[in-house]
């Protein structure tokens, strides 16, 4: 089955910095990688998803890269803000099930 | 958009009975939905996926017969949880596919329902 790697586990960085994070996968069928922003006691919430079929995209300050040679996508926020604070999930899916990476704790210091 | 509700949004029940969780699908019809638990401070991992009108499909080392799942209509699905433990509990989240969107595993979820079991 999918495996999902992802890091950091921990991220910290000052306010209106940016953060990147990384996630691998190991099933070259897997066509669907979404991006989730989980709070506390909250739904996982879709903040961007990318199609294998295209390398980036981008929705104002968030961005993903998908490179499906060597299977790996990353998040980029930018100009980060103290809301952004949360932990973040990538997941990649081929036809049926998703599988999520360990997440990732991103704090944004004023 | 597509909204999945879950009830109740948290429960506390007694070692050895019964909860029952339901998963609601709002403004769409989702052949499939798919169970997940999350443990604090971890991710969320798949339980079980839910197809309507057929058995479930559950993930290695998840007791089908403790944590049953029906899914008897396109905007409902139920998990229930029998002879519950300490152990379960958790932050159980359902989510569904709109069967209407395109062949991409787009998923919505629930709000989640905390369980305490004392």
């Known amino acids: 089955g999918e495996n999902v790697e992802q890091h950091p586990s921990t991220l910290s960085v000052q306010e209106g910095d940016s953060a990147v994070i990384k996630c691998t996968y190991s099933d070259s069928a897997s066509n669907y990688f979404p991006w989730y922003k989980q709070e506390l006691g909250k739904r996982p919430q879709l903040i961007i998803d990318i199609r294998s079929n295209v390398g980036e995209k981008k929705d104002q300050r968030i961005a993903v890269t998908l490179n499906k040679t060597a299977k790996h996508f990353s998040l980029h926020i930018t100009e980060t803000q103290p809301e952004d604070s949360a932990v973040y999930f990538c997941a990649a899916s081929g036809s049926y099930q998703l599988t999520f990476g360990k997440g990732t704790k991103l704090s944004v210091i004023p | ?118």
């Open chain 2, 1 to 118: 958009g597509a909204v999945v509700s879950q009830h109740p949004s948290w429960v506390i029940c007694k070692s050895g009975t019964s909860v029952k969780i339901e998963c609601r699908s709002l403004d769409f019809q989702a052949t499939t939905m798919f169970w997940y638990r999350q443990f604090p401070k971890q991710s969320l991992m798949l339980m079980a996926t839910s197809n309507e009108g057929s058995k479930a499909t559950y993930e290695q080392g998840v007791e089908k017969d403790k944590f049953l799942i029906n899914h008897a209509s396109l905007t409902l699905s139920t998990l229930t949880v029998t002879s519950a433990h300490p152990e379960d509990s958790s932050f159980y989240i359902c989510s569904a596919r709109d069967q209407g969107t395109s062949g991409y595993n787009e998923q919505f979820f629930g709000p989640g329902t905390r369980l305490t079991v004392l």
